[in-house]
Protein backbone atom coordinates (compact mmCIF):
# COMPACT_ATOMS: atom_id res chain seq x y z
CA UNK A 1 0.00 0.00 0.00
CA UNK A 2 1.05 3.16 -1.09
CA UNK A 3 0.27 6.57 -0.78
CA UNK A 4 -0.76 8.55 -3.96
CA UNK A 5 -1.64 12.36 -4.92
CA UNK A 6 -4.18 12.83 -7.11
CA UNK A 7 -4.44 16.11 -8.86
CA UNK A 8 -6.60 17.76 -11.18
CA UNK A 9 -7.69 15.93 -14.27
CA UNK A 10 -5.40 18.13 -16.31
CA UNK A 11 -1.78 18.98 -15.63
CA UNK A 12 -0.15 21.66 -17.95
CA UNK A 13 3.44 22.51 -17.77
CA UNK A 14 4.87 25.37 -19.09
CA UNK A 15 7.94 24.62 -21.19
CA UNK A 16 10.31 26.85 -18.77
CA UNK A 17 9.17 24.91 -15.79
CA UNK A 18 10.48 21.94 -14.72
CA UNK A 19 8.63 19.31 -12.63
CA UNK A 20 11.02 16.92 -10.36
CA UNK A 21 9.76 13.80 -8.45
CA UNK A 22 11.48 11.59 -5.85
CA UNK A 23 10.19 8.12 -4.39
CA UNK A 24 12.64 6.15 -2.10
CA UNK A 25 12.28 2.32 -3.06
CA UNK A 26 9.81 1.37 -0.45
CA UNK A 27 7.24 3.08 -2.15
CA UNK A 28 6.35 5.48 -0.66
CA UNK A 29 6.52 9.15 -1.08
CA UNK A 30 9.68 11.27 -0.27
CA UNK A 31 8.00 14.45 2.12
CA UNK A 32 11.37 16.48 0.55
CA UNK A 33 9.76 16.16 -3.38
CA UNK A 34 7.13 17.48 -4.82
CA UNK A 35 4.83 14.60 -5.42
CA UNK A 36 5.78 11.35 -4.03
CA UNK A 37 4.07 9.43 -6.63
CA UNK A 38 1.48 10.86 -9.32
CA UNK A 39 -2.21 10.42 -10.59
CA UNK A 40 -4.10 12.03 -12.41
CA UNK A 41 -8.07 11.92 -12.27
CA UNK A 42 -11.36 13.18 -12.49
CA UNK A 43 -11.26 14.77 -8.70
CA UNK A 44 -9.45 18.02 -7.07
CA UNK A 45 -6.40 17.53 -4.75
CA UNK A 46 -6.65 14.98 -2.18
CA UNK A 47 -4.86 12.01 -0.84
CA UNK A 48 -5.76 8.83 -1.43
CA UNK A 49 -4.10 4.80 -1.33
CA UNK A 50 -4.06 2.61 -4.24
CA UNK A 51 -1.94 -0.88 -5.16
CA UNK A 52 0.13 -2.00 -7.99
CA UNK A 53 -2.35 -3.63 -11.10
CA UNK A 54 -2.94 -6.69 -9.81
CA UNK A 55 -5.81 -7.49 -12.21
CA UNK A 56 -5.16 -10.81 -13.91
CA UNK A 57 -5.39 -9.51 -17.29
CA UNK A 58 -2.67 -6.90 -15.84
CA UNK A 59 1.36 -7.12 -17.26
CA UNK A 60 3.39 -9.47 -14.94
CA UNK A 61 5.66 -6.67 -12.69
CA UNK A 62 9.17 -8.48 -12.76
CA UNK A 63 11.25 -9.06 -9.03
CA UNK A 64 13.03 -5.42 -7.56
CA UNK A 65 17.05 -5.50 -9.55
CA UNK A 66 18.77 -2.54 -8.53
CA UNK A 67 21.82 -3.33 -10.51
CA UNK A 68 23.08 -0.32 -12.53
CA UNK A 69 22.75 0.09 -16.20
CA UNK A 70 24.41 2.44 -18.91
CA UNK A 71 22.59 5.01 -19.55
CA UNK A 72 20.83 5.96 -23.04
CA UNK A 73 22.75 9.09 -24.71
CA UNK A 74 22.01 12.65 -23.56
CA UNK A 75 22.38 13.97 -27.16
CA UNK A 76 20.03 13.52 -29.71
CA UNK A 77 21.69 10.58 -31.53
CA UNK A 78 18.89 9.95 -34.17
CA UNK A 79 20.84 12.20 -36.67
CA UNK A 80 24.22 11.17 -35.76
CA UNK A 81 23.42 7.61 -36.72
CA UNK A 82 24.82 6.24 -33.39
CA UNK A 83 23.76 3.87 -30.80
CA UNK A 84 19.98 4.22 -32.29
CA UNK A 85 17.48 1.69 -33.82
CA UNK A 86 15.49 3.59 -36.25
CA UNK A 87 11.55 3.42 -37.00
CA UNK A 88 9.87 3.94 -39.56
CA UNK A 89 6.15 2.58 -39.78
CA UNK A 90 5.73 4.25 -43.54
CA UNK A 91 8.46 2.35 -44.73
CA UNK A 92 9.81 -0.17 -42.42
CA UNK A 93 10.05 -3.62 -41.39
CA UNK A 94 9.93 -5.64 -38.40
CA UNK A 95 12.27 -8.11 -40.07
CA UNK A 96 14.56 -5.41 -40.64
CA UNK A 97 17.75 -4.57 -38.65
CA UNK A 98 16.89 -1.08 -37.40
CA UNK A 99 19.15 0.94 -39.39
CA UNK A 100 18.39 4.56 -41.27
CA UNK A 101 18.30 2.62 -44.34
CA UNK A 102 16.64 -0.28 -43.02
CA UNK A 103 14.05 0.95 -40.47
CA UNK A 104 11.93 -1.16 -38.39
CA UNK A 105 8.09 -0.86 -38.54
CA UNK A 106 6.87 -0.95 -34.49
CA UNK A 107 8.59 0.72 -31.27
CA UNK A 108 7.54 -2.67 -29.72
CA UNK A 109 9.89 -4.62 -32.38
CA UNK A 110 12.99 -1.39 -31.51
CA UNK A 111 12.30 -2.26 -27.86
CA UNK A 112 12.69 -6.11 -27.87
CA UNK A 113 16.08 -5.56 -29.78
CA UNK A 114 17.49 -2.84 -28.08
CA UNK A 115 19.89 -2.38 -25.02
CA UNK A 116 20.86 -0.20 -22.57
CA UNK A 117 22.48 2.51 -23.76
CA UNK A 118 20.32 3.37 -27.26
CA UNK A 119 17.94 5.23 -28.53
CA UNK A 120 15.16 4.19 -30.38
CA UNK A 121 14.18 7.27 -33.36
CA UNK A 122 10.78 7.22 -34.18
CA UNK A 123 9.36 8.80 -37.48
CA UNK A 124 6.19 10.34 -37.80
CA UNK A 125 3.74 8.56 -39.84
CA UNK A 126 2.11 10.12 -42.48
CA UNK A 127 -1.73 11.70 -43.29
CA UNK A 128 -1.89 12.10 -39.31
CA UNK A 129 -1.65 8.37 -38.44
CA UNK A 130 -0.89 6.56 -35.29
CA UNK A 131 1.62 3.71 -34.20
CA UNK A 132 -1.57 1.18 -33.23
CA UNK A 133 0.18 -0.90 -31.15
CA UNK A 134 -2.59 -1.91 -28.71
CA UNK A 135 -2.03 -5.50 -28.24
CA UNK A 136 0.03 -5.64 -25.50
CA UNK A 137 2.28 -3.29 -22.86
CA UNK A 138 5.50 -1.84 -24.01
CA UNK A 139 7.95 -3.28 -21.69
CA UNK A 140 10.19 -0.57 -21.74
CA UNK A 141 14.19 -0.99 -20.85
CA UNK A 142 16.89 0.77 -18.55
CA UNK A 143 18.54 3.07 -19.97
CA UNK A 144 16.76 3.06 -23.24
CA UNK A 145 15.02 6.59 -24.69
CA UNK A 146 12.06 6.45 -27.02
CA UNK A 147 12.35 9.82 -29.08
CA UNK A 148 9.26 10.43 -31.57
CA UNK A 149 8.48 13.75 -33.74
CA UNK A 150 10.99 13.34 -36.60
CA UNK A 151 10.64 13.65 -40.40
CA UNK A 152 11.94 10.87 -42.67
CA UNK A 153 14.31 13.49 -43.37
CA UNK A 154 14.99 12.96 -39.80
CA UNK A 155 14.79 16.96 -38.67
CA UNK A 156 12.56 17.13 -35.74
CA UNK A 157 10.09 19.05 -34.80
CA UNK A 158 8.27 18.05 -31.26
CA UNK A 159 5.98 21.08 -31.63
CA UNK A 160 4.25 20.62 -35.41
CA UNK A 161 5.22 16.84 -36.22
CA UNK A 162 4.53 14.70 -32.90
CA UNK A 163 4.18 11.20 -33.24
CA UNK A 164 1.02 9.26 -32.36
CA UNK A 165 0.94 6.36 -30.61
CA UNK A 166 -1.46 3.95 -29.57
CA UNK A 167 -1.25 2.11 -26.55
CA UNK A 168 -2.62 -1.13 -24.59
CA UNK A 169 -4.45 0.30 -21.52
CA UNK A 170 -1.36 0.11 -19.40
CA UNK A 171 0.51 1.66 -22.20
CA UNK A 172 4.61 2.04 -21.11
CA UNK A 173 5.48 0.14 -18.45
CA UNK A 174 9.43 0.74 -16.95
CA UNK A 175 10.42 -1.98 -14.09
CA UNK A 176 14.04 -1.46 -12.80
CA UNK A 177 14.80 1.75 -14.54
CA UNK A 178 18.11 1.50 -13.16
CA UNK A 179 20.11 3.80 -16.23
CA UNK A 180 18.70 7.33 -17.53
CA UNK A 181 16.13 6.93 -19.77
CA UNK A 182 13.96 9.86 -21.81
CA UNK A 183 10.40 10.00 -23.67
CA UNK A 184 9.57 12.52 -26.07
CA UNK A 185 7.79 14.25 -28.71
CA UNK A 186 5.18 11.87 -28.61
CA UNK A 187 1.46 12.05 -28.37
CA UNK A 188 -0.09 8.74 -26.39
CA UNK A 189 -3.41 7.72 -26.38
CA UNK A 190 -3.91 4.54 -24.18
CA UNK A 191 -6.86 1.90 -25.40
CA UNK A 192 -10.10 2.26 -23.27
CA UNK A 193 -10.41 -0.93 -20.97
CA UNK A 194 -12.61 -3.24 -22.01
CA UNK A 195 -13.77 -3.98 -18.51
CA UNK A 196 -14.96 -2.20 -15.33
CA UNK A 197 -12.68 -3.77 -13.08
CA UNK A 198 -9.40 -3.28 -15.15
CA UNK A 199 -7.60 0.02 -14.67
CA UNK A 200 -6.01 2.07 -17.36
CA UNK A 201 -2.15 3.66 -16.98
CA UNK A 202 -1.17 5.62 -19.34
CA UNK A 203 3.02 5.16 -17.97
CA UNK A 204 3.38 2.81 -15.44
CA UNK A 205 6.63 2.87 -13.36
CA UNK A 206 7.46 -0.06 -10.68
CA UNK A 207 10.70 0.37 -9.67
CA UNK A 208 13.92 2.13 -10.34
CA UNK A 209 17.02 3.82 -9.32
CA UNK A 210 17.74 6.24 -12.38
CA UNK A 211 15.78 8.97 -13.75
CA UNK A 212 13.11 9.04 -16.90
CA UNK A 213 12.58 12.23 -17.92
CA UNK A 214 9.20 12.72 -19.76
CA UNK A 215 9.44 15.65 -22.57
CA UNK A 216 6.88 17.47 -25.27
CA UNK A 217 4.52 14.41 -24.64
CA UNK A 218 0.46 14.55 -24.33
CA UNK A 219 -0.48 11.41 -22.45
CA UNK A 220 -4.21 10.24 -22.34
CA UNK A 221 -5.13 7.69 -20.41
CA UNK A 222 -7.57 5.26 -21.15
CA UNK A 223 -11.37 5.32 -19.89
CA UNK A 224 -13.08 2.39 -18.02
CA UNK A 225 -16.45 1.19 -18.74
CA UNK A 226 -19.11 3.13 -16.94
CA UNK A 227 -20.51 -0.10 -15.22
CA UNK A 228 -20.64 -0.87 -11.43
CA UNK A 229 -18.07 -2.95 -9.73
CA UNK A 230 -17.07 -4.68 -6.63
CA UNK A 231 -13.70 -3.55 -7.82
CA UNK A 232 -13.69 -0.84 -9.97
CA UNK A 233 -10.50 0.15 -12.32
CA UNK A 234 -9.18 3.57 -12.03
CA UNK A 235 -7.88 5.69 -15.16
CA UNK A 236 -4.40 7.54 -14.04
CA UNK A 237 -1.88 8.99 -16.20
CA UNK A 238 1.32 8.27 -14.58
CA UNK A 239 1.60 6.15 -11.74
CA UNK A 240 5.11 6.08 -10.09
CA UNK A 241 5.20 3.32 -7.43
CA UNK A 242 9.58 3.46 -6.97
CA UNK A 243 11.63 5.93 -8.72
CA UNK A 244 14.73 8.47 -7.58
CA UNK A 245 13.83 10.93 -10.28
CA UNK A 246 11.19 11.69 -12.30
CA UNK A 247 11.12 15.20 -14.64
CA UNK A 248 8.72 16.12 -16.69
CA UNK A 249 8.87 19.04 -19.06
CA UNK A 250 6.29 21.24 -21.54
CA UNK A 251 3.96 17.91 -20.88
CA UNK A 252 0.29 17.06 -20.74
CA UNK A 253 -1.07 14.34 -19.20
CA UNK A 254 -4.62 13.46 -18.72
CA UNK A 255 -6.90 10.58 -17.09
CA UNK A 256 -10.07 9.33 -18.38
CA UNK A 257 -12.77 8.05 -16.15
CA UNK A 258 -12.65 5.43 -13.99
CA UNK A 259 -15.58 2.73 -12.83
CA UNK A 260 -18.17 2.68 -10.12
CA UNK A 261 -18.26 0.80 -7.63
CA UNK A 262 -20.92 -1.58 -6.79
CA UNK A 263 -24.06 -0.43 -4.72
CA UNK A 264 -23.38 -0.92 -1.35
CA UNK A 265 -25.20 -3.14 1.27
CA UNK A 266 -28.55 -2.29 2.65
CA UNK A 267 -28.17 -0.71 6.23
CA UNK A 268 -29.96 -1.42 9.81
CA UNK A 269 -33.60 -1.37 10.44
CA UNK A 270 -33.63 2.63 11.73
CA UNK A 271 -35.49 2.73 15.25
CA UNK A 272 -39.14 2.81 16.03
CA UNK A 273 -41.32 5.22 15.64
CA UNK A 274 -43.05 7.03 18.37
CA UNK A 275 -46.92 6.26 19.68
CA UNK A 276 -49.23 8.10 17.26
CA UNK A 277 -51.73 10.54 18.22
CA UNK A 278 -54.87 11.06 19.51
CA UNK A 279 -57.48 10.12 16.66
CA UNK A 280 -60.12 12.96 16.21
CA UNK A 281 -64.32 12.77 17.53
CA UNK A 282 -66.30 11.46 15.51
CA UNK A 283 -68.84 13.00 13.23
CA UNK A 284 -72.71 12.66 13.94
CA UNK A 285 -73.63 10.33 11.34
CA UNK A 286 -77.51 11.49 10.08
CA UNK A 287 -78.23 8.34 8.84
CA UNK A 288 -81.05 6.07 10.43
CA UNK A 289 -79.91 2.65 9.83
CA UNK A 290 -76.64 3.83 11.61
CA UNK A 291 -77.37 2.72 14.96
CA UNK A 292 -76.57 0.24 17.61
CA UNK A 293 -78.11 -2.78 17.05
CA UNK A 294 -80.68 -4.33 19.91
CA UNK A 295 -79.58 -7.04 22.02
CA UNK A 296 -80.88 -10.25 21.89
CA UNK A 297 -82.92 -11.44 25.03
CA UNK A 298 -81.77 -13.93 27.48
CA UNK A 299 -82.81 -17.46 27.38
CA UNK A 300 -84.22 -19.11 29.87
CA UNK A 301 -83.03 -23.05 30.26
CA UNK A 302 -86.21 -24.84 30.59
CA UNK A 303 -89.60 -22.71 29.50
CA UNK A 304 -88.81 -20.87 26.38
CA UNK A 305 -91.93 -18.35 27.47
CA UNK A 306 -90.19 -17.05 30.20
CA UNK A 307 -87.77 -16.04 27.78
CA UNK A 308 -86.08 -12.27 27.92
CA UNK A 309 -87.00 -9.81 25.47
CA UNK A 310 -84.35 -8.20 23.16
CA UNK A 311 -83.00 -5.15 24.77
CA UNK A 312 -83.84 -1.46 23.47
CA UNK A 313 -81.43 -0.48 20.24
CA UNK A 314 -78.28 2.21 20.92
CA UNK A 315 -79.08 5.53 19.92
CA UNK A 316 -77.84 7.45 16.76
CA UNK A 317 -75.12 10.28 17.58
CA UNK A 318 -76.62 12.65 19.70
CA UNK A 319 -79.59 10.28 20.69
CA UNK A 320 -80.48 8.48 23.36
CA UNK A 321 -80.85 4.71 23.69
CA UNK A 322 -84.51 3.23 22.47
CA UNK A 323 -86.18 1.14 25.20
CA UNK A 324 -89.16 -1.41 23.64
CA UNK A 325 -91.80 -0.45 26.25
CA UNK A 326 -94.79 -2.44 24.29
CA UNK A 327 -92.74 -5.77 24.92
CA UNK A 328 -92.32 -4.72 28.62
CA UNK A 329 -96.13 -4.01 28.86
CA UNK A 330 -97.04 -7.07 27.77
CA UNK A 331 -94.63 -9.14 29.72
CA UNK A 332 -95.76 -7.49 32.84
CA UNK A 333 -99.57 -6.58 32.52
CA UNK A 334 -98.12 -2.57 33.32
CA UNK A 335 -101.09 -1.39 30.17
Not at 116 to 125: D, H
Not at 145 to 166: M, Q
Not at 207 to 230: E, H, M, Y
Not at 270 to 298: H, K, L, M, P, Q
Request: some cysteine.
Amino acid sequence: MMKILITKNRLLIAASLLLYLSCNQTGKSDPNSLFGVLAFSGSNSQNAETNLPTNPTDPIIPPVNTTPTPPAPSTDVCVLGTDALYVNGDSGSDSNSGTKSEPLQTIHKAMEIATAGKVICVVTLSSGNSYTEENTTLNAKSGVSILGGYSNTWVRDTTNNPTKWKTNRIGIMYSNLNGDAEISGFQITAKDPSSPNESSYGILITSGTAKLTIKNVFLQAGSVPQLKDTNPGSSIGILVASLSKLTIVNSEIRSGTAASGADGSDGADGIAGGNGGNGSNGDRDGISIYYGVEGTGGIHPTIASLNGHKGGRGGRGNESGIVDWSMRRDRWNLG
